[in-house]
């Protein structure tokens, strides 16, 4: 299996589903479809611009999804429900109702348990998906990647409690505040109109102004004893810079709570790597060398280093270029060793075909892949 542009994915055999952006909706294209055309021009306009496909190059490439099917389902539906019920909310000036709130509590709890037991896994791409419903994607994605970091890093070192002592004890509730944190870390967005958010060009003073007051308020909207301090923290601090240039409120450092300092490498990630209305998604290569690029000025370092630890640059079955100018697909990432993938060669320098084989870059020391620059 390997990611293919849709452009030039005609003739190719779908090797997944390709799922509707919308919960509960069926998928656009079913596995196994052989790509015409015009599937290719009706992905392309629903804003798919990559898809899995099987073929004779990526035979035996397998690429494992971060997140089971059932729990995917399982948040987008106490998402969609929370984010319908707190305009509502706000309107009636009622907290979240209770049944929600434990829903979100449940699925965090379902996603934290998945990324624990996906121990040495490597963070694969996730399946791309139509970029409308973007908030509601970008959530679970964000407490999927911001879970898997938070796993390892507690797991090495415990967890910031309230006082900013380590701890190790309650771990896996510590965990499932921050996952419930990170599903809701953009709820503030619902108040912010959605022509600004989708805006393709620049946003002028004004409209950023009344984006850059989306944390502050989130935590008004989920001003409710209901969820924890922090989770809180998650939404209001999210966008908090380690070198203090971040909103809403300028924090530097260790006044940035760990669960927020997480969220933000998660989130910087997930974004970078997805299509947006302004701009096609980057490369995972090019959201990596952001997160390395940001380390000690927008994010917590000791974060960017367990991220280094468990996101491959050049996932499996994706396309790269060695420096000597050949194309090859990575075919395995060795453990440990993320930057050093197997890799298929399949194209001379000159892009004219070759025989297929495989090189262990581990053991090739000499072979480089052509570095992406960060976005
Ligand atoms: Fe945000």
Same mark, same amino acid.
Not at 89 to 97: E, K, N, Y
Not at 229 to 257: N, Q
Not at 275 to 288: C, E, K, V
């Given at each position: 299996?390997?990611? !293919?542009?849709?452009?030039?994915?005609?003739?190719?055999?779908?090797?997944?589903?390709?799922?509707?952006?919308?919960?509960?909706?069926?998928?656009?294209?079913?596995?196994? @479809? @052989?790509?015409?055309?015009?599937?290719?021009?009706?992905?392309?306009?629903?804003?798919?611009?990559?898809?899995?496909?099987?073929?004779?190059?990526?035979?035996?490439?397998?690429?494992?999804?971060?997140?089971?099917?059932?729990?995917?389902?399982?948040?987008?539906?106490?998402?969609?429900?929370?984010?319908?019920?707190?305009?509502?909310?706000?309107?009636?000036?009622?907290?979240?109702?209770? !049944?929600?709130?434990?829903?979100?509590?449940?699925?965090?709890?379902?996603?934290?348990? &998945?990324?624990?037991?996906?121990?040495?896994?490597?963070?694969?791409?996730?399946?791309?998906?139509?970029?409308?419903?973007?908030?509601?994607?970008?959530?679970?994605?964000?407490?999927?990647?911001?879970?898997?970091?938070?796993?390892?890093?507690?797991?090495? +070192?415990? %967890?910031?409690?309230?006082?900013?002592? +380590? #701890?190790?004890?309650?771990?896996?509730?510590?965990?499932?505040?921050?996952?419930?944190?990170?599903?809701?870390?953009?709820?503030?967005?619902?108040?912010?109109?959605?022509?600004?958010?989708?805006?393709?060009?620049?946003?002028? &003073?004004?409209? %950023?102004?009344?984006?850059?007051?989306?944390?502050?308020?989130?935590?008004?909207? /989920?001003?409710?004893?209901?969820? #924890?301090?922090?989770?809180?923290?998650?939404?209001? #601090? +999210?966008?908090?810079? %380690?070198?203090?240039?971040?909103?809403?409120?300028?924090?530097?450092?260790?006044? /940035?709570?760990?669960?927020?300092? /997480? !969220? #933000?490498?998660?989130?910087?990630?997930?974004?970078?790597?997805?299509?947006?209305?302004?701009?096609?998604?980057?490369?995972?290569?090019?959201?990596?060398?952001?997160?390395?690029?940001?380390?000690? @000025?927008?994010?917590?370092?000791?974060?960017?280093?367990?991220?280094?630890?468990?996101?491959?640059?050049?996932?499996?079955?994706?396309?790269?270029?060695?420096?000597?100018?050949?194309?090859?697909?990575?075919?395995?990432?060795?453990?440990?060793?993320?930057?050093?993938?197997?890799?298929?060669?399949?194209?001379?320098?000159?892009?004219?075909?070759?025989?297929?084989?495989?090189?262990?870059?581990?053991?090739?020391?000499?072979?480089? /892949?052509?570095?992406?620059?960060?976005?």
């Amino acid at each position: 299996m390997r990611l !293919a542009a849709t452009r030039r994915a005609v003739g190719a055999k779908l090797a997944r589903d390709v799922r509707s952006a919308r919960p509960g909706a069926l998928p656009l294209l079913r596995a196994g @479809t @052989t790509l015409t055309e015009e599937y290719c021009r009706a992905l392309l306009e629903a804003g798919i611009r990559a898809v899995y496909v099987d073929d004779e190059l990526s035979r035996g490439i397998e690429v494992t999804p971060t997140l089971s099917e059932s729990t995917r389902t399982a948040a987008e539906t106490a998402l969609e429900r929370a984010f319908r019920e707190v305009p509502a909310a706000l309107q009636g000036g009622d907290p979240l109702p209770e !049944a929600t709130l434990g829903e979100l509590t449940e699925v965090a709890k379902l996603i934290a348990a &998945e990324v624990a037991a996906a121990d040495d896994a490597v963070v694969a791409l996730a399946d791309l998906a139509a970029a409308d419903a973007y908030t509601l994607q970008h959530s679970i994605d964000v407490a999927v990647l911001g879970l898997i970091l938070a796993s390892r890093l507690f797991r090495d +070192h415990g %967890w910031l409690d309230g006082r900013a002592r +380590h #701890s190790t004890i309650g771990v896996d509730d510590a965990l499932v505040r921050l996952g419930v944190g990170l599903l809701l870390h953009d709820v503030g967005k619902l108040a912010v109109p959605q022509e600004i958010l989708d805006k393709p060009t620049a946003l002028d &003073e004004h409209e %950023w102004e009344l984006v850059r007051l989306h944390p502050a308020l989130g935590v008004e909207l /989920i001003a409710t004893e209901q969820i #924890s301090y922090h989770s809180k923290a998650v939404i209001r #601090s +999210h966008h908090e810079r %380690w070198d203090g240039r971040g909103y809403p409120d300028g924090l530097s450092g260790e006044r /940035i709570p760990q669960f927020a300092r /997480i !969220a #933000s490498v998660a989130d910087v990630y997930d974004a970078v790597t997805s299509d947006r209305p302004y701009r096609a998604a980057a490369s995972p290569a090019a959201g990596h060398a952001t997160i390395t690029a940001g380390t000690g @000025t927008m994010f917590d370092p000791e974060v960017v280093r367990v991220f280094r630890r468990v996101v491959a640059p050049y996932p499996p079955g994706t396309e790269v270029t060695l420096q000597d100018g050949r194309r090859a697909l990575v075919a395995g990432v060795p453990p440990g060793r993320l930057d050093r993938p197997v890799v298929r060669v399949f194209a001379d320098r000159n892009g004219r075909p070759l025989e297929p084989f495989e090189l262990a870059l581990l053991d090739h020391p000499e072979l480089r /892949i052509v570095p992406v620059a960060p976005v």
